[in-house]
């Protein structure tokens, strides 16, 4: 690995200054580097990260996409490295005018990485320097302990997918209720709505009640309110204070943060140690998974920079035909596929277009008429600005759960193919299967990276049990794992871990139609040994 | 499946009912041709998986860079220390993550081959994207596209690969060198054997290796010969010149110097070399009646490719193998790909493999001269279920062979019953009688480990 020659380095920096004209916004420092195939060998296990712990897994080839799994999400592979600097790598041998490109889709990725509010909690690290710590960490450990490093690795791992990712973000915003106190905002959310169960207009007086005292005195008036609630409602207080301390237990961002925190195994001094190994599979995890869930936008958005700069850049001259070619490589449509840069850069210029004519309101969204649709055109010209607000606000997933619509389907000509076997002909067709903007969508978001959400249930849990919940949302979990993956947690509770989960039951019925059942199981393991009931 | 052979399943059947069936047995025979004159929806494997969007990437698109494929046989000395911690792994209470045996494609046209890769998993809880609540269970695999087609129009096909299509992922992708599956096999021989504890084997003494002279250019001499060896003459010619002190450690190497003694020439000259014939004759028998789709064939190919790697290196790659494929009748095919990746085909009748495995070894008078082993795959069903004609083949075969293993991957439906080639097996005593030749391992083929077709292998060959 190298740092590239003087000469283009001149070239990138140069493509900052027009980047940076255009509106582009990142650190002046970067660092770019040639790799070569055996750079490449060693670091592509690593997700390009060169200071990345040393993994036995890596050594072996990982089954990924046996049968249908399809979303096994493998970290996706950056040419740029968030990074303070942001780190680049270049194979040898591109021509300048090529070389320019590249800098061009680069210098979007890195804006996009210091720009975008997923991303919020990396802008102050530089994670190649702590990854260097903490693969020192574990080598040292790797000593000491020997091969039990690399099984809390490996147990750490296999939860490592479940961390609170958008917990730890949203804490960057503040959403707390300044104004009312959590008593009064349990009495009214919690109190009761849920335990109470009060109808409606009841609701509707104690507000205005509560209303009137403050206004009388901003002091008292909620000491005089509860006086009357507590007459009324014996059991509040103490409904309150349970209230209080299971907040004060559920206070955790995700299941890894908790095992780390409560295990009574890791509790012991001999192995504190393990902690500092969690910490870092965690801290790995968290800081891939603002990359993960912006592949699309991110680059969809590098696309639309590098064509925008470079078609306006002097460079080109003389190379446009080859920059079609490379360019129509990256961004075409896949007739049958999918290509995250194409659905990218068309979402993002389908905004751009929109807002340049105004359509993003709702006067437009009621037309009915597509002619009117058509020739509709305000001439706001906000379509850069709005891009850029993308790009500041939005993830994959909000991005085409916003934006795919019909329109946007037809002006594409977009479909969703599917597969069926033909008996006549022994063969499998691909087919178009929906034009359908709500199929498109569908399919789009379900190709997108969509860990399970599980969490703790801290009233089932104690020392000697972990009891884990995962949240149904439509899809159970793959059961071939489980009972492996629960070894691990096992493990690192240092007792029964239990998981409540559900499976989706097809049945038949008379008619040949299908019926599904959601049935609730759940999964037990003390001593290694799995069981699964039904609850 | 082709009409011809369904026609022929019918007139068997017509034939065995004659004969009087039982009803266990017309039931097995009817869920045979039942499951060939059904139209059968491929496996899951067939279809198409799409390129996710995660798996593309700026490297390949942009820069136009092949990103390397991990090649875990490059890292063979890692393999050792993978399989030690793997093993250490069992004491420590954990079970084990490095899993052989896995059979992977390489290449798309013409020959593929089959080659065993170390493999792993990362468990974690996923979201299963197989389980859907869709109506039509057909359907699968969806992805994007674009184009004017009408909803419904099909966009291309691609035919159901008779062949079956590969299992496994990733490594072999893209091409690359073809492999033949013995270079690989003997250092999966060597695993198997050293960490796994697969048994060596003895000499049963009765057969005699042979030995073949040749002549080969082997031998070197100085001064004359047929071939000069350029490398070895230009290192001897540097030795004399150093012992002349014409070239120096540290000094520049000036050729001009250089004195050329005559004698320092070094040729390749003839001779003769003692060369090993095989000494391991080995048929693989499989059967590839209907009833064996899925997971026993699995097995069963699984199986026989680690049993084939195990004797690779037991008789350190001097192994001669034959494959034969049967349903109701036998066939042989030429190498382990076809034999691992033919399709199920039509019922079952076990005997004509056997008769074939004797005529083979009659026809070229192997039995003098080799250490013969057959190994026998099958999930239990014969049609025949007296099995009359199999034993008498198999009493034929037994005299001339070192070892008969069978396996028996049974299926979901037969678990719990002794299956029919058991039954007879047993009742003909022969079990009994040549318990040193003939060795059986029975299990239930879904969801098998490999630790559990290790096991099944050290049975069959102890």
Known sequence: MQLINQHTKKIMEESKIYAAKAGLNFDDETLEYIVSNKDMINLSPKVMIPTLYDYWVNDVEVLKGQGKYKVYPSNPYETVINSRPAISFYNDNNPDWLNVMIFYHVLGHIDFFQNNYLFEDTWNDDFVGQALADKRLISEYRSKHGRWTDYVLEFSRSIDNLVGYFNRISKNVDTSDKDASSMVNFYFYNFLQETENVADYIIFNEISRYNDLIEQDKNVGETIFFTEVKKKYPEFQSAYDKYINKEKEDIYEDVIEFIRDNSPFLRKEENSWMKSVINVVRNTSLYFSPQIRSKIINEGWASYWHNKLFTQDDRISGHQVAYSKINAGVTSISRVGLNPYAIGLRLIEYVEDKANKGKMNYLYTSLTNINEKEKYNKNLNEGQKTIFELRRKFSDFMLINTFVDQEFVDLHNLFVTGQRFNKQRQTIEYYVKSRKAKDYKKMLLDSLYDPPLITVDTSKTSDVNLYLVHKFEGKQLVQEYIAETMVGVEYLWGGQVQLETTLIVRKKKQNGESEFEHRKILYTIKDKKVTVKNL | ?462
């Open chain 2, 1 to 462: 499946m082709n009409l011809i052979n369904l026609n022929y399943m019918k007139k068997l059947y017509k034939i065995l009912k004659q004969k009087g069936l039982t009803k266990e047995q017309e039931k097995l025979i009817l869920r045979e041709m039942n499951f060939v004159s059904e139209e059968h929806k491929p496996f899951e494997k067939e279809f198409h998986r799409f390129s996710e969007i995660y798996y593309q990437n700026d490297y390949e698109k942009i820069l136009q860079m092949q990103l390397p494929k991990l090649n875990p046989m490059l890292n063979l000395q890692t393999l050792d220390e993978l399989l030690h911690r793997d093993k250490l792994r069992e004491k420590d209470g954990f079970p084990r993550r490095i899993r052989l045996g896995k059979l992977v494609k390489q290449g798309k046209n013409g020959k593929g081959e089959v080659i065993i890769v170390p493999t792993t998993t990362e468990p974690k809880f996923y979201h299963d994207n197989r389980v859907t609540e869709e109506q039509d269970e057909g359907e699968m695999g969806e992805t994007g596209g674009s184009g004017e087609e009408g909803e419904g129009e099909v966009l291309g096909e691609k035919p159901v690969d008779q062949q079956g299509d590969g299992e496994g992922t990733g490594a072999g992708e893209g091409g690359g060198e073809s492999h033949d599956i013995t270079q690989e096999a003997f250092d999966i021989g060597k695993v198997l054997t050293e960490q796994f504890e697969l048994p060596n084997l003895k000499d049963k003494g009765h057969k005699r290796s042979l030995m073949k002279v040749e002549y080969d250019l082997t031998d070197k001499n100085r001064g004359f010969g047929q071939l000069l060896d350029k490398k070895a003459t230009l290192k001897k010619v540097i030795d004399t010149n150093i012992i002349l002190g014409n070239v120096s450690a540290d000094g520049e190497l000036n050729l001009d110097e250089l004195l050329l003694n005559p004698q320092d020439q070094i040729f390749r000259i003839l001779s003769k070399e003692k060369v090993f014939e095989s000494q391991a004759l080995v048929f693989f028998v499989r059967d590839y009646s209907g009833s064996m789709q899925g997971d026993p064939t699995e097995v069963v190919t699984s199986q026989h490719l680690m049993l084939y790697s195990w004797l690779v290196y037991q008789y350190q790659n001097r192994v001669e193998t034959r494959f034969i494929l049967h349903d109701t009748e036998a066939k042989e095919v030429e190498d382990f790909y076809t034999y691992y990746r033919s399709q199920v085909a039509g019922g079952t009748q076990v005997a004509p493999s056997f008769e074939m495995v004797n005529k083979i070894i009659d026809e070229n008078n192997y039995a003098k001269d080799y250490n013969i082993y057959v190994f026998y795959g099958t999930d239990g069903d014969d049609w025949d279920s007296s099995g009359k004609k199999t034993i008498e083949a198999i009493k034929t075969l037994l005299p001339k062979i070192n070892r008969l293993g069978i396996t028996v991957a049974k299926n979901s439906w037969t678990t719990a019953n002794q299956t029919t080639i058991e039954k007879y097996l047993e009742k003909s005593g022969l079990l009994h009688t040549h318990k040193d030749v003939i060795k059986i391992d029975s299990f239930a083929s879904t969801n098998v480990q490999e630790e559990r077709v290790i096991k099944g292998i050290k049975k069959l060959i102890e």
